[in-house]
């Protein structure tokens, strides 16, 4: 079963523009990942935000983690062509074994 | 190379076929982990190594499944008695830490296994 929920499933913009994914999940957690996956490959690593931590840059990248709403967004400014791939964001659960716990994702596609 | 690195990367068996899935992680790396992806969704997990030991075997969806790392690197997935709905993409991930689940994960391309 999935821990967590992007939404919107689907999202298209044009190159330049940001794009904005969101993700909830159901129970207490140790941290947060985002990953991303291009078609017919494995998943990359993104940023991982813990518990304890509000917001976190990288490059494009801003992850804002928010544990009284059990939610997280994942920001990309500027996006690029190449940035068009499916985007995960997965859990580490409180206590919990090293498994990560996925949501269901956000495919974006980002036009040139 | 220094990736995580599966085989094969495609595999097709008839229904009622063993098959055998193949993992070397990052060398030196402590975890890993193999995740059960089917189309459109996020990876699921099935089960974690700590070097040797199998620490967790949760995910696994029934006892056709079993996996093993018998020296702490590689490791190897294999499915008794495939159905049609074992068809999917297994991933691989290993992770530096045994005990920090704060490290990412590091995946591999995965195999996709067709079940005809």
């Known amino acids: 079963s999935q821990q967590g929920e992007e939404d919107p499933q689907a999202l298209s913009i044009q190159e330049g523009e940001n794009a904005t994914m969101n993700c909830s999940y159901k129970?207490?957690?140790?941290?947060l990942q985002w990953y991303r996956q291009n078609s017919g490959r494995g998943l990359v690593h993104l940023i991982l935000?813990?518990?304890?931590?509000r917001e976190k840059h990288s490059g494009r990248l801003r992850v804002t983690l928010d544990t009284s709403k059990k939610s997280s967004s994942l920001l990309i400014t500027a996006s690029r062509a190449a940035d068009t791939a499916s985007y995960f964001c997965?859990?580490?659960?409180?206590?919990?074994?090293?498994?990560?716990?996925f949501g269901s994702g956000t495919q974006l596609t980002v036009l040139p | 190379g220094a990736g995580v690195s599966q085989s094969p990367r495609y595999k097709v068996a008839k229904r009622g076929q063993d098959v055998a899935l193949r993992c070397d992680p990052i060398?030196?790396?402590?975890?890993l982990f193999w995740y059960q992806q089917a189309l459109g969704q996020g990876p699921e997990f099935l089960t974690y190594?700590?070097?040797?030991?199998?620490?967790?075997k949760s995910g696994l969806p029934s006892d056709r499944f079993f996996a093993e790392r018998p020296e702490g690197s590689v490791s190897t997935l294999k499915i008794q008695r495939t159905q049609q709905e074992d068809s999917a993409v297994y991933l691989c991930?290993?992770?530096?830490?045994?005990?920090?689940?704060?490290?990412?994960?590091?995946f591999g391309d995965g195999t996709r296994l067709s079940i005809l």
């Open positions: 991930a290993s992770s530096s830490s045994g005990r920090n689940s704060n490290q990412p994960q590091h």
């Open positions: 129970t207490s957690i140790n941290n």
């Open positions: 935000i813990r518990s304890n931590e």
């Open positions: 997965a859990t580490a659960l409180e206590g919990s074994a090293r498994q990560l716990t």
């Open positions: 060398s030196g790396h402590v975890s």
């Open positions: 190594f700590q070097n040797e030991a199998q620490l967790d």
